[in-house]
Each structure stands twice: as C-alpha cells, then as structure tokens.
C-alpha cells in the first residue's frame, strides 16, 4: 500500500538563515502510530508545520494522500487535522456547536452521525450542549481532538498531546487515540515522553539537529537496540566488586545486595555461563535473578549522545 505521508529530500531553512531541517526523507504508513522523538528545538514542529501547510518548505516534496502539499494545498489539507498544543477555542459556544463549525471551514456538508460518533468515542457526547468554559482541562483537550476530526481527516496530527497532563488523564489519551487508530485514522504524535511513545507508537522516528537520526519499528528499535541486564539478588550485600571479576560489565545497586550484569541481546555469546561460572568460583551466592530490557528512554539518550558524539567529531574533523 502507497504510504499515506510522504517526505522526500525536505530541507528547511529559516529566514534568519538558521537550518531547521536537513534532507528529511520519512514515510508514513496508513493506519499506524507514528511518534516523532526529539530534543527541544530538533525541528519536531517544523517538520509537522510544513506537512500541514503552516510553514513554506524550502526545498523537497512533501504529499498527503498523493496531495501535493504546495500544489494541491487545499486537497492536501482536507486530508489533514491538527491538535495544537495551546487549547484555543472560543469558550461561550457549545461543544457540538464548535465542531461543527470547525467541519464548516471545511467546506463539508453536514454529517450528524459522524459528528456523534468522534464525541461519543471521545467521552464527550453527553456534554455536547455544555459551553465549552463549563469543561475540565482534560474534556478541553479532547475536543481540541473532536474538532481535529470534524471533517473527517485521514491523518491526525497531535503535537504533545499529553504536555502538562496528570498521569491518569494521559493513560486516558492514550486509550483514546488508540481507539482512533483503530478506527481507521493515522497518527502522527510528537513527544517529549518517551513513556508515551513506548506505550502507543507503531513505529518511532528520532530527529536530531534537524536530521531525522532513526526510522524504527519501536519493537524492532527495542530489541536491536535494547542492552538487556542481569539482576542478581545477594543474600550477603557486597561491599566491592571482587577482583577476580573486575573485567565484566558489572554493578552493585543500593547497598550492595543486588549485582547488576549488562549483556547485548544482539550478540550471539552474551557471557552469561561463564559469569555464573565465575561467580561460583568467587563463592557469591545469589537468591534470586531475572533480566530487564533497557526502556526507549535509554535508547534515546544514546541515539542523541552518539549522534552529537558523530557531529562533533566530524566537526573537529573539518577543523583540522
Ligand atoms: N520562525 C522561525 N524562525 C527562525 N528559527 C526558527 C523558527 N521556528 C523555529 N526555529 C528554530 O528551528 C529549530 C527547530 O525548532 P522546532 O520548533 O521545529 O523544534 P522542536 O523539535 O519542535 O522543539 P520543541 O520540542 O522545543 O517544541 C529551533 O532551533 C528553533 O529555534
């Protein structure tokens, strides 16, 4: 299947001369999560602005549904909704009156069963009559994504849905735009939480610098990527770690009564056997070990250091 978003060679510079974005080249697939990851300042809602048609790209083609988004503005738009991440609305008027006129600037005729349908999946429906000063921060937030889909977009674009949100609020974002997902709609989130990537995102794209660094399958990310660690629990804590293994990845946690070990799940030899072996041999004795994955956070952290790591060096290298 054609993707839904397509971004080839988008390269954006400002009109101070600051270079936002670097050849991006990015496809979106219908139907999925796709989370963008970055520092402040990576260029994450240059990027978005430009799909959506609010920031002039400098050079490179961007379409929505095979739209041109320079082209063929308004078809390219129609295609698109937006949940900004101010809620600004106008507070007097009524719930299901705002998303209809929101579907209005749409040029698209009424359709009361779909506007029931987006305010029912999203718990709004019985406050459809309630002036929108009347409502919560979260039933805000909500119809921020209500109005978004009024009229019946293929892609949903959430700029830091849950930015400022109480965790129990953000668990229910998320049930909801998975629920969207499920509807047939794509979504495409930034995100400075890689907890919510982690929980909601198909697939994750970091941008770095302007250069989007990594396009993944967050479980393929995870596993590629992902350092796996042995945790021993010791029924005599340790104070040091004995000579005899101070040549393995190893760390003492807490006061000294869990041995932490670091392993690649890639590698085809991950030196477990002979660290027990050692182990024994070193007569520590353990109660307990299980393993735990690295989360994307970790992996995050060492994408963007490693990148910069790389910039730097190229740096010094065209210094010389
Ligand atoms: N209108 C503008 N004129 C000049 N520079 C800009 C403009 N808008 C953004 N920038 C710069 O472009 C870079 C990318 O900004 P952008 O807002 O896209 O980043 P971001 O990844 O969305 O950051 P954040 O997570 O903080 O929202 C930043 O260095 C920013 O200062």
Redesign the pocket.
Known sequence: MKPIISVRGLDKT???G?N?LKGIDLDIQRGEIFALL????????????IICGI?NPGQGNVTVNGYDIQRDYRHARREIGLVPQEIATDSFESVLGAIQFSRGLFGKPPNPAYLEKILRQLSLWEKRDNKIVTLSGGMKRRLMIAKALSHEPSVLFLD?PTAGVDVELRQDMWGMVRGLRDSGVTVIL?T?YIEEAEEMADRVGV?NR?ELVLVEDKKTLMQKMGEKELSLQLPTPLETIPDSLSDLPLRLNGDGSELIYRFDIKSENTGITEFLRRLTSANIEFRDLYTRESSLEEIFVNLVHSAQHQGEEQLSGEAQ
């Open positions: 400002y009109s101070g600051f936002a970055g520092p402040n300042g990576a260029g994450k809602t240059t990027l978005i602005s920031v830091e930034t400075h941008i302007g």
